[in-house]
Structures are given as C-alpha cells and as structure tokens.
C-alpha cells in the first residue's frame, strides 16, 4: 500500500494501532526501504507485511499472525482512500470544524457585580475643549466622545492629528503595516456631518481607533503579519469591523503584528512582516506578541484605542509591557468571522484602551451574538452593555482573591506594585484574601491545544512547504511537528481541559475575582535571547495560561515601573461570561490612582 507519513499516523490510529511508537518506526522502515530501492522518491512508501513484523518488535508490540497483518493493511487502505478525499478540500482558515467550546459551566451561578450590565453611556458634562488639537493625543475614549457629541471638536481635526502622528513616529517605532488614511478622512467626515445633524450613534460615533492586521478590511490588505501574505485580501468586512463601521467609529490603520499571531511558534520580536515593534516607553525594548502593535499604539498616543487578538494572553501581555489598559473579553462575547484563525476553541477578540472605562465602552459596541462565528455566544446570552463607569465601592463589597502560585519568579519591585495595587482596592471597600491555583497541566493544555488547532487551521501553508518563508526558525518548521498529534490526543487533552474548566470554575464561588501581575516582568530587550528553554520545567499555572484555557475575562491596567522606568501591570480574571466584574474591578483602582495617566516622552 503506498501512504504519506501524515495520513499513515493518522490511520493507524483509525485502524486500531495504538502504540505510540509503532506507526512512526513503521513509516521510517518503508521510507528506507523505498530510499534504498532507488524508487520514485516523490510516491508515498510502500508497507509490507515484512516491515510490521519489524516495527512491533522494536515498539515491544505484538507478535502478529498474518490475518491481522492484513486487516492492518487492508484497515490503513481503507483509511487512506477517506483521507484522500477529505484532503482534496481546499478550506479556507476562516472553516472552523463541527464542534463549540463553552466557557460558562452548566449550573454557573451569575454573579452580583453582573448587574452592572444596565443602562448605556452619557457623554461628560463640562468637558472643556482643549487649546491644541494635539493635547487630546493621550486622551480617553469617554473624553473625546463627550467633546465630539458636545461639537466642541470635529471628528476630522482629531482623525487627522493621529494620522499625522501615525507619519511622524512610525519609521522608527514600526507599529502600523497599513495607513488607511483615505478611508479615515471619509468616515470622519461623515461623522461629522451625521453629528451636526443630530444623528449621533454613540461613544464611538468619529472615534479613531486602529485594528490588529488579522481582520479582514474590504480594500486593503490583510497580511496576517506574515510574508506569505503579504498580498492577501478579503473582499469583505469581518464582523467587528463592520459593527464598529455602525458605529461611526473611524479606522485610521492595521497594525502591526506576530507573525500568525504567533500561531505556529516564534522566538523573538522581529518575527513580523514589519520587523519589531518597539516599545514607546524605550525603543530597545520589545512590546509583546502577539497584538504588538495595537498596544504600542495606543500607549505611543497614536491612536486613543485599538483592537487585539488573544489565544493565550495576546492581549495582556502588551498592554502590561507597554503600560495601557487591555481586555480579554469571554471566549464567545465578540464576534471573530473574518479574523484569522489560530485555535477555534481559544481565540478572542479585545480592546486596548487607556482605561478600563474605556474597554466597557468598546465591548459594549463590538460584543453579541454572530451566527456568521461558529463559538459565538448563544443568541440567549444577554448583550453586554456598559454604562457610564461611577466610582466603585458601593453595593457589595468587591471579593478579590491574590492568587500567591502562578509565577515561577517575578522581577525586582513587580509583586510589590501589584501589593499596593490591592492596599488601595481594600482601602476603597475590596476584600482580599490570598488564594492559590489548584494544580494541573494548564499550560500543557493551553500549548497543546494551540499546536494541534493551529496545525490544521494553517493546513495548507503546512503542506504546501510555504512555511520556509516564515521569519522565524520555529514557525518555520513548528508546524509539521504539531500535524503529527493524533485525534485521540486532541480529545484526551480536551477531556483535561474540562476537569480544569471545573477547577477553576470553583474558585469564583468565593471571589468575584482573581488578580496578579498582568506579566512577570517588565518588557523585555529587543537584543535578548528567547525566553524559552525547551529542557527547563514548564511554568503550568502562569495565568495568561489558566484564562485563556478557559475562556475567562481578563484585563490589565497599569500598577507602576520597573527600575528602567518600563510599565508594570497588574491584571484581574474573572468566572466566564462576567466580563463586567474585571472592568469593576479595573475601574476601582483605576479611579484611584493615576499610572494610566502617565505616557511616554517622544523624541
């Protein structure tokens, strides 16, 4: 029978063979013995009878009697043929397969803070307009929505001076692959008309924003930060960018980011179809992947918001290196038809904003059912709305639990900025009380789970051998391994993902929340060597980890600064679906200290 390696692993295991090692020495004999016949090297191996005899007996399996060397063989042509045929289609990445994870477990109470989710924003009274155009460069979502619908500004002066910036600070700082400036300019000015007449939409009616260059914008190229689509278009809006198009808010560019999002592995900061991000608070630091770009921008004041992806802390880790406040929403709140996929069951869509604030205003306008994304949220799922945040501290008092194991080590002066973060909480009416992560595989799961999912949403860049023309080393040869993984090994680390779900879930019986640094370091340099080392133990409860495996709210906001004067952040998890509770809990603090006030110097 002739067979390719792939299709061979994945028929023995259909075909009854479960030994791990059996199917692999199985292929490698026939890959020699084709290798040695000086036969067609472009045809699958042959398998003999001959060679199962010799494969079992190096995996210590068997011996087999004839009949049931043919029944494997007979099994495997069988399973190739189905295989064959199931490969002949040519999906696109957006196809997710026939299944839907659910963050929220069956019988999960709904918490207090939930009923936050009630009436909808109001502009500021007597907000004062500012003397420059340029000193709103740094300002909030919720500031420049209540000088927009006051018509104290023009959404067109404002688009325009992030443009500007945009143009001034990119070349070095490397945060933007597409300058949609046509677009902008046309949206702003009907946004501003719609506003003179009265038609207002709401807090991002001519709002600029920016957009992690994994969305699909009609007209303008989609890159996924990688070479091998650099040219790559959709001809069509992916949802969130057309709800956001509903609202009036206004695109100003696509940013930079990882390269896949950082789905088929990388090493360092420069696997970018731009190159490097840098950091605005120190251009030889990195930002963080994979929503690289979207966090320098916001933090470089190019732009007052932006959207990110997370599969596995995306999000939070640039927001914390790069000092902004940046949401993981609830897998399922936010559409993601027409984003790229990396794993159908971890992917998130998110805001990075300066404020926590902010992040309700934005989820409010992007979250809600799509029947267009396989994982949505069910349609009886409540829409999230988000009020006009008050200061915090009335009602029940907010529970917090500090969760004291997730980090293996923390840098100098980091534990205790996210310990002052927590005196203040308490001051203003939290609880706080130490809690610790049970323990299990988390990260092995989260990892394997992203490898296995992503090995088939990137299929085709996989077996076409375009994955040489990745930048970095790992992403260019992660893939293959990650395709050998069987289905009994996805489901079996699927079956551990919900006895961790349920772990989990436990914890928010006794807390609303759960907070820790939003990284264990401060942003690291753009010279350094990669952070992983494959012999040394896994760090199975860092919590970017634990969240992202199941499917929970999470946001990070600024705590304070490393020695170098690098931002610091410290971020609050909340149980599925209760996604008001952590931007509550980032509000209290937020409205009590002033670090997401702060912002970089320039040159």
């Known amino acids: ?305 932006a959207l990110g992806s997370d599969t596995r802390g995306s999000i939070i880790c640039p927001s914390a290196w790069c000092g902004v406040s940046g949401m993981r929403p609830s897998f399922g709140r936010v559409s993601r038809f027409g984003a790229m996929a990396i794993a159908w069951t971890m992917d998130k869509l998110g805001p990075m904003c300066r404020t926590a604030d902010d992040c309700g205003l934005v989820l409010s306008v992007i979250a809600g059912h799509d029947p267009k994304d396989h994982d949505s949220a069910p349609a009886g799922v409540p829409a999230f709305s988000y009020p006009a945040a008050p200061a915090s501290g009335k009602g029940r008092p907010l529970r917090i639990g500090r969760l004291t194991n997730v980090w293996q080590e923390m840098a100098p002066g980091l534990e205790q900025c996210v310990d002052d973060a927590l005196k203040i909480m308490e001051k203003n009416g939290a609880k706080v009380s130490a809690v610790q992560i049970p323990d299990g595989p988390y990260e092995e799961c989260a990892e394997l789970t992203i490898l296995m999912e992503a090995a088939s949403s990137f299929q085709d860049l996989i077996h076409s051998g375009r994955c040489s023309e990745l930048i970095d080393p790992v992403g260019q040869i992660n893939g293959y391994a990650s395709a050998e993984f069987s289905v009994t090994d996805y489901l079996q680390v699927q079956r551990v993902r919900a006895f961790l779900q349920q772990q989990i879930d436990r914890l928010f019986d006794e807390f609303d929340v759960l907070a820790t640094a939003g990284e264990s370091s401060a942003a690291s340099p753009l010279s350094a060597p990669p952070e992983e080392d494959s012999a040394g133990p896994i760090a199975r409860r860092e919590p970017d980890g634990i969240s992202s495996l199941c499917g929970l709210p999470a946001l990070s906001v600024p705590c304070g600064f490393s020695k170098d004067r690098l931002p610091f952040g410290v971020q609050f998890i909340a149980r599925a679906l209760d996604d008001h509770a952590v931007i509550a809990a980032a509000h209290t603090y937020q409205w009590h200290t002033d670090w997401h006030r702060q912002h970089p110097s320039l040159s």
Not at 31 to 47: F, L, R
Not at 133 to 160: G, H, N, P
Not at 250 to 265: F, P, Q, S, T, Y
């Open 1 to 305: 029978m002739n067979l390719d390696r792939r299709g061979f692993l994945s028929a023995c295991t259909s075909a009854g063979i479960t030994s791990a090692l059996f199917p692999g020495v199985l292929y490698t004999l026939a890959v020699q013995a084709q290798e040695s016949a000086s036969t067609d090297q472009s045809k699958p191996p042959k398998i003999t009878g001959e060679m199962i005899d010799q494969a079992a007996i190096m995996a210590g399996i068997g011996p087999f009697t004839d009949e049931q060397k043919k029944m494997m063989i007979d099994g495997l042509v069988d399973q190739n043929g189905s295989f064959k045929a199931i490969r002949k289609l040519k999906l696109p990445n957006s196809v997710a397969p026939a299944f839907v994870f659910q963050p929220q477990l069956p019988g999960a109470p709904k918490h207090l803070v939930q009923e936050l989710n009630r009436g909808g924003w109001s502009p500021r009274p007597n907000v004062a307009a500012p003397s420059s155009i340029q000193d709103l460069a740094f300002a909030t979502v919720s500031e420049l929505a209540s000088l927009l619908s006051a018509r104290k500004i023009t959404s067109l002066a404002v688009t325009q001076m992030y443009i500007d910036r945009l143009k001034h600070y990119d070349s070095k700082l490397q945060f933007v692959i597409t300058l949609t400036e046509e677009r902008a300019l046309a949206q702003a000015k009907a946004a501003d008309a719609e506003i003179v007449a009265g038609k207002y939409r709401g807090p991002l009616h001519g709002i600029p924003w920016g957009a992690k260059d994994l969305l699909a914008v009609k007209g303008y190229p989609t890159t996924w930060g990688a070479p091998p689509y650099a040219k790559q278009r959709f001809d069509f809006n992916a949802t969130i960018i057309e709800r956001l198009n509903e609202a009036g808010a206004v695109l100003i560019g696509k940013a930079a980011m990882i390269e896949l999002a950082g789905g088929l592995g990388y090493s360092a900061g420069d696997a970018s179809l731009t190159g490097p991000a840098r950091n605005p608070w120190n251009t030889n630091y990195w930002t963080c992947g994979s929503s690289s770009g979207s966090g320098a921008v916001v933090a470089a004041g190019l732009a007052p918001w």
